[in-house]
């Protein structure tokens, strides 16, 4: 044929091809993500999107344990990142206490404060 040329294809991604033409080889292997395999993001993606649905329909219980796959999976990739968040839990706990104290003296200020007298409303 006429005007055709073969091209040969790379194995790397095109958003890698750019990184090293514009950073050099080496800061583009620093900057690389680790990806997930394929089944494992569909799990992921499926775990989430029937989480949805199980919550929307009052199923609270098993959306919990889709919930939970999903997590499952995250954590089996990125453990590290799971440990981090797994030792700073009681931290947000804490603080989560810390501000449903406030909010419960807050509105008993306020409901003490407000206390209407329903006769004199004509009620």
């Known amino acids: 044929?006429?005007?055709?040329?073969?091209?040969?294809?790379?194995?790397?991604?095109?958003?890698?091809?750019?990184?090293?033409?514009?950073?050099?080889?080496?800061m583009a292997m620093k900057f690389r993500r680790r990806n997930m395999e394929?089944?494992?993001?569909?799990?992921?993606?499926?775990?989430?999107?029937a989480a949805t649905?199980?919550?929307?329909?009052?199923?609270?219980a098993a959306g919990v344990l889709a919930t939970g796959v999903g997590l499952a999976v995250l954590a089996s990739e990125y453990?590290?990142?799971?440990?981090?968040?797994?030792?700073?839990?009681?931290?947000?706990?804490?603080?989560g206490m810390k501000m449903m104290e406030m909010?419960?003296?807050?509105?008993r200020r306020i409901a003490d404060q407000t206390s209407l007298d329903w006769g004199e409303l004509g009620v």
């Not at 394929?38 to 999107?49: C, F, T």
């Not at 909010?103 to 509105?107: D, L, P, Q, T």
């Open 38 to 49: 394929a089944w494992k993001k569909a799990v992921v993606a499926g775990s989430i999107g």
């Open 103 to 107: 909010a419960e003296r807050a509105g």
């Open 1 to 26: 044929m006429h005007g055709c040329r073969t091209t040969t294809l790379r194995a790397e991604p095109a958003s890698e091809i750019g990184l090293i033409k514009y950073f050099g080889s080496k």
């Open 53 to 60: 649905v199980l919550f929307l329909k009052s199923r609270y």
């Open 79 to 95: 453990p590290e990142k799971f440990d981090r968040v797994r030792r700073s839990l009681p931290d947000y706990f804490e603080r």
